[in-house]
């Protein structure tokens, strides 16, 4: 199978089981949304939406979170990985979005990369999940999952891992493309002891066709 058959097998499996994939962090508007990214690196989504509420009824608007001091925000969020720098963050960017953006999350990649607690995963999520720009986020999952599956070769890290997807799947789904590899790799190929029974790629599987080789008994001659 080539390589743009791989892709193309891959994709219509996803967009024929999740048509419609969307992020499973809780958000009512693109305020909430980057908030919850800067929280969930290194943290799970599960204990990001268990948190937010909370500090989102305490502050309401991207204005409201600049006038916050570290205490005041701090409490909200110490279950957090990391809630010393994240909190530190989230002030920070309010301040630079109100200051700089006038409070509106900005929809370019470059400028949201300028905000303290933002790198170039959470703002290509941003733009993806917002905005519908065709900008990958390379998390763990995608980096686990694309290379289990073969869509990429070698690839030492993140960027890598970007440049070698976005080259075979279509800008119109590098958006949904994101969700679908990151849900994949969070409920079926998860890092230990992935669910080979459960997924329907096992067919063009690198990672299944090597398993199954070393399981495979040998004939005696």
Not at 164 to 179: C, E, F, N, R, T
Request: proline share 7%.
């Amino acid at each position: 199978m080539t390589k743009p058959d791989l892709f193309r097998y891959v994709l219509d499996y996803f967009r024929k089981n999740n048509p419609a994939p969307e992020t499973e962090l809780h958000h009512a508007n693109p305020y909430e949304l980057l908030v919850s990214v800067i929280l969930s690196a290194q943290c799970t989504d599960k204990r990001v939406n268990m948190v937010t509420p909370a500090l989102f009824e305490r502050f309401p608007t991207v204005f409201d979170l600049a006038k916050a001091t570290f205490d005041d925000a701090f409490p909200y969020i110490r279950s957090i990985s990391y809630p010393n720098n994240k909190t530190k963050h989230l002030i920070g960017m309010a301040e630079m979005l109100v200051r700089d953006f006038k409070g509106e999350v900005p929809d370019d990649a470059d400028d949201l990369q300028k905000l303290p607690g933002v790198g170039r995963k959470t703002a290509h999520v941003i733009t993806a999940s917002l905005f519908n720009q065709p900008n990958l986020a390379v998390d763990t999952h995608v980096f686990r999952v694309a290379n289990r599956i073969g869509l990429t070769v070698n690839a030492k890290n993140p960027l890598q891992t970007e440049l070698q997807l976005v080259k075979y799947i279509p800008k119109k789904d590098i958006p949904d493309a994101h969700h679908w590899l990151i849900l994949h790799g969070r409920y079926v190929c998860v890092a230990r002891n992935p669910k080979c029974e459960q997924c329907g790629l096992t067919d063009v599987c690198k990672y299944y066709r090597r398993l199954r080789n070393k399981t495979k008994p040998k004939v005696l001659t």
